[in-house]
């Protein structure tokens, strides 16, 4: 038997005062959820139109400090839509990193766009500028403003960095480099809100910053996304395409364009609005877990991953590296057979069939960080 697994279980179940099943990250709901669901219920504005929708808008701008956001169905869609303003086309390569959801490189596949990998920081697990730059110096060219790509001659128009388990990656340099090679940069923040660089909020930085309310996120609408901007023609072109397109005219809805049916249901929006109230509340403890992980995994020597400094970590996932891969094996199996739900990490997207043919360029961390890293429980302690 493993130790260190022994230890853990006593420890998690002591955190979480519970005998019970533990996973990674589950809601809590215990301010004004059921007031303002009844609401939207009882208004008869439970779909895409309703007072919520603006107000959980609104609350974003301000907590975040973007100065506009519109909000949608999913993550998923937002970074759809995102893509789409930053003007991804069909036949267009997006640079993006292969430690990350899924979701990431399906919207760009929705375009019919590729995703190209580059490797990860080893302590951000997000977009390692260093490795961006070596990549466009030697393998890309800048022709008439736009980059393309040497091998395959197709224009590389965005670069998605992911902010990893909530730890934001080096942003500030990856938007550098970015606009050196006209290339927009469109933030997957899905798992980081309440996460900040420099005293500024995740998904700020690049031209378009995407998060998520999945049920599993820091705080949830049932399911729910939103885009954030500071360019108000993005704004309006996302809000447009997230809601058919429809325009009205001489009492008559018409539609201009192919558009999605992408708006955030008032009803979500209530659960959103209810749930953001408490986010000083959910970031607070998250900070205390993960002070009193780190305390625990330093004492038995495995490494924690810490915010770095002048950042501020939502502590999503709480993550911790192995270095011996059986020991990493054996407390995963240990963890999972007592009910307490560990999990390495996605594998990574180069090695999903839709994406394997895809290139990728020098990823030894992201290689080595999947066969090490293992996320913990992480749910807010109620
Ligand atoms: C959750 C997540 C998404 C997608 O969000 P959904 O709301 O589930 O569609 C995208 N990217 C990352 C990194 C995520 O963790």
Redesign the pocket.
């Known amino acids: 038997m493993n130790t260190a697994s022994k230890r853990y279980i006593e420890f998690v179940r002591s955190l979480y005062s519970t005998k019970g099943r533990i996973g990674l990250h589950e809601p809590v709901f215990f301010g004004n959820e059921k007031k303002y669901l009844s609401d939207a219920i009882d208004s008869t504005f439970v779909s895409s139109v309703g007072p919520y929708v603006e107000k959980f808008e609104e609350m974003i701008c301000n907590y975040t400090g973007s100065p506009y956001a519109v909000a949608t169905t999913?993550?998923?869609?937002?970074?759809h839509i995102s893509l789409i303003c930053a003007g991804v086309e069909e036949g267009d390569e997006v640079i993006t990193q292969p430690l990350?959801?899924v979701?990431?490189c399906n919207?760009i596949a929705y375009l019919n766009a590729s995703p190209i990998f580059v490797d990860i920081d080893k302590d951000t697990l997000g977009l390692c500028p260093k490795n961006l730059k070596q990549f466009l110096n030697q393998e890309t060219y800048v022709k008439n403003s736009i980059c393309y790509n040497k091998k395959t001659k197709k224009a590389v128009k965005a670069c998605v960095p992911?902010h990893?388990f909530g730890h934001i990656c080096r942003i500030k340099e990856i938007v550098e480099i970015c606009k050196e090679f006209n290339i927009e940069v469109i933030e997957?923040a899905?798992?980081s809100l309440g996460s900040q660089l420099d005293g500024r909020h995740a998904g700020t930085f690049g031209s378009l910053g995407?998060i998520?309310?999945?049920g599993?996120?820091i705080v949830t609408c049932g399911?729910?996304?939103i885009i954030l901007t500071n360019n108000e023609d993005h704004a309006k072109r996302a809000k447009d395409l997230s809601t058919t397109s429809r325009k009205i005219s001489d009492f008559q809805y018409f539609h201009s364009e192919v558009g999605f049916n992408y708006r955030l249901p008032n009803i979500n929006a209530a659960l959103g609005c209810a749930q953001l109230e408490q986010i000083g509340l959910f970031l607070n403890s998250k900070r205390k877990l993960a002070n009193d992980y780190q305390e625990f995994f330093s004492e038995i020597g495995i490494e924690f991953l810490q915010e770095r400094a002048n950042s501020k970590s939502n502590y999503w996932l709480n993550t911790i590296f192995f270095t011996d891969e059986k020991e990493r094996m054996d407390f995963l199996s240990y963890t999972n057979e007592n009910m307490i739900e560990t999990r390495g990490a996605w594998v990574l997207l180069n090695k999903l069939d839709p994406y394997k043919a895809c290139q990728t360029y020098e990823i030894s961390n992201a290689e080595s960080i999947s066969k090490s890293l293992v996320n913990i429980p992480s749910s807010v302690i109620t």
């Open positions: 999913n993550g998923t869609s937002a970074l990350s959801f979701a990431t919207a992911m990893t997957d899905a798992e995407i998520s309310f999945n599993n996120k399911g729910g996304g």
